[in-house]
């Protein structure tokens, strides 16, 4: 008979059973778990509401399960429904009676929340090294591309030319606001349900603050109904997780052009490739692939858990133990796609040569022509015209504007001078934007600072944050 079972005639059936079981998902914070009974249990004792003695042998109890759990020598049991009954049950068979008296004043209900609380913190904990990681790798991606120039694009056409440091440090500015999110992710997580029991509270004397000291949360839920029923916190670290993983899969696109045949902007290590079982010569982006192809599970991920808690009444709902499995996968999917996305950056080989090779291609000095034309007093929108239809006759000869001839631009408008040949030179194109956030050497190097400080900034924010329980080692992998 379960736990709960004294109102019960019968067991519930093993289909049933099996069916309602959490414990395959919910295994994976065990740590947590029994990190919130200790910390229930002392508080019990310091309030007076069990003995001292049943309170250090509950803990020395717990302690001997977590080791045993995390060494893989535990045996979890499907009929033990959930974490909470198999670390329960587990412990009153090791100590006796003393485990029985654990649950006082607490309910499943305020335990699950505090679970997933905890590890909602060290998954958004863990998230955020790792996006420090990758920001720090394609900082030093950028330094190492130098002075390497490629074709800035819109609608996926040549635009102007931009230097291949200032595209990566975009994706560096797009991390620093995921780390953003994943921090809120994290401070939303970090209050205590613990006390609030199943909905109302309860009648014993419970220190809800030393609970929430002890496991090392900012705060209390001040409000019991909102403490075990509220997800808020999951749905913010599943979309802070699928906007992450957005940005990974817009890398990821660029690196497979990038790497193909026709752009040859950069070669990918071997390490980060694979062939083909029956083309010999095949050299695939198969990793920037699949980090593009799992960015859809992770934003399902976060679907499923808006649709599980649209509707759902106050309090506690069976749905809710739908939560987890989301986050869990969200979280590992991403962390892992972390790590592969650091590699790819870290060990390419950017081709700056094929890069200038094909920046001859697409008109991209035609902007500065039109702004060579503007600054000698022609209206923007009427330079526009002019050198839009000297694009025109480069595109019916057959080459870029750059390479028409002279007196083609002399017959376009007489405020063309010889000097216009000046407007087609790329590094001067790049070099003379140098308004902030601008492509320019001067302005990137300007950039760079502020990544680099944004970096240091978050990493001692994250130093700073308040403790985690980090999930245990002794299950496998939700994935």
Known sequence: MALWGGRFEENVAEATQEFGASLPIDRHLYRQDIAGSKAHAAMLAAQGIIDARDADAISA??????????????????????????????LTRRIGPAGGRLHTGRSRNDQVATDTRLAAKALARGLMEGDLALRRALVSAARDAGDAILPGMTHLQHAQPVLFAHHLLAYAWMLARDFTRLRAAFDA?????????????????????????????????????????????????????????????????????????????????????????????????????????????????????LVTCKGLPLAYNKDLQEDKAGALDAAETLERCLAVMR????????????????????????????????????????????????????????????????????????????????????????????????????????????????????????AGLSPVVEMGEGTRSVL
């Open 61 to 90: 109890g717990l302690d001997g399960i977590q080791a045993d759990i995390d060494a893989g020598r535990f045996a979890f049991d499907i009929n033990d429904e959930d974490i909470h009954m198999a670390v329960e049950g587990e």
């Open 189 to 305: 997580a970090d209050a205590s349900p613990l006390g609030a029991a199943a909905l109302a509270g309860t009648t014993y004397p419970l220190d809800r603050q030393m609970t929430a000291d002890a496991l090392g949360f900012s705060r209390v839920i001040e409000n019991s109904l909102d403490a075990v029923s509220d997800r808020d916190f999951l749905l913010d670290l599943e979309y802070a997780c699928s906007v992450m993983a957005v940005h990974l899969s817009r890398l990821s696109e660029e690196i497979v052009l990038w790497s193909s045949q026709e752009f040859g902007f950069i070669t990918l290590s071997d390490a980060y490739s694979t062939g083909s079982s029956i083309m010999p010569q095949k050299k695939n982006p198969d990793f920037a692939e699949l980090i593009r192809g799992k960015t859809g599970r992770v934003v399902g991920d976060l679907v499923q858990l």
């Open 343 to 462: 590699g790819m950056v870290s060990t390419w080989t950017v081709n700056a040569g094929r890069m200038r090779q094909v920046m001859h291609k697409g008109h991209l000095a035609a902007t500065d022509v039109a702004d060579y034309l503007a600054k000698r007093g022609m209206p923007f929108r009427e330079a526009h015209a002019v050198v839009g239809h000297l694009v025109l006759e480069a595109e019916q000869a057959g080459c870029d504007i750059s390479e028409l001839p002279i007196e083609t631009f002399h017959a376009a408008s007489d405020l063309f001078g010889d000097d216009v040949v000046g407007a087609f030179d790329l590094d001067a194109i790049v070099a003379a934007r140098t308004t902030r956030g601008g492509t320019a050497p001067t302005a990137v190097a300007e950039q760079m600072s502020l990544v680099e400080a944004g970096i240091a900034a978050d990493g001692d924010a994250l």
